[in-house]
């Protein structure tokens, strides 16, 4: 595995919601028998195996981005480094209503755009953590459950509204962003109390 250095850099200022200014200097090594550094572990043996299948998540336009941006924040937590401590303080910034409300309208108007959380960041104006704070502060959720509770509305409707002779469940779940179908069903009975496929052949 190889991540480059501005890569890194650039995930942890997300994060930090503060410039690094000085090299990020791993430690040269990393517990992998516990903690995070055991789950960090098995999150790239996912990927690397996920990285040699052609369907595989690491490639889609969706969740390829996130699953880095995990990947990133899982070795910054997983190993020391002189920011360390600091990441793992709680952000003092919150992002403003208004930052918030841009977020909103985004997700809103784009709903099967392939949004990471840097994405929505970038779009409010502020850093990841503050975006996060913000979120749960005025809305009461996480920036990407929240964007997975608008793709299940908009999907909702549009089973609604289709023609099942012409369009399928997988079709339309994955226009909106939905790439695991069982997941999505799960998700998709637990909020409306009955299956896609049902919605849509009704």
Not at 170 to 189: C, K, N, Q, V
Request: proline share 7%; aromatic share 6%; charged share 25%.
């Amino acid at each position: 595995m190889k991540i480059d250095r501005a890569t890194l850099e650039n995930e942890l200022a997300r994060l930090l919601d503060a410039p690094v200014r000085s090299p990020v200097t791993l430690a040269p090594t990393i517990d992998i028998t516990r903690g995070p550094g055991a789950s960090w572990l098995r999150l790239v043996r996912l990927l690397a195996a996920d990285a040699t299948q052609p369907q595989g998540l690491i490639h889609h336009p969706v969740a390829g981005a996130r699953l880095q941006e995990a990947l990133i924040a899982g070795l910054l937590s997983a190993t020391d480094h002189p920011y360390r401590d600091r990441l793992e303080r709680p952000s003092a910034v919150t992002a403003a209503p208004g930052a918030i409300r841009r977020v909103v309208e985004a997700m809103r108007a784009d709903p099967g755009k392939p949004f990471t959380v840097a994405d929505l960041a970038g779009v409010a104006g502020v850093s990841v953590r503050s975006l996060q704070d913000g979120l749960r502060r005025y809305v009461g959720t996480a920036p990407m459950t929240y964007l997975r509770h608008v793709r299940l509305a908009r999907v909702h409707e549009h089973l609604r509204q289709a023609d099942p002779t012409v369009h399928t469940v997988t079709e339309i779940a994955y226009r909106y962003g939905f790439t695991h179908m069982g997941r999505f069903a799960g998700e998709y009975r637990a909020r409306y109390g009955t299956s896609p496929r049902e919605t849509l052949r009704r």
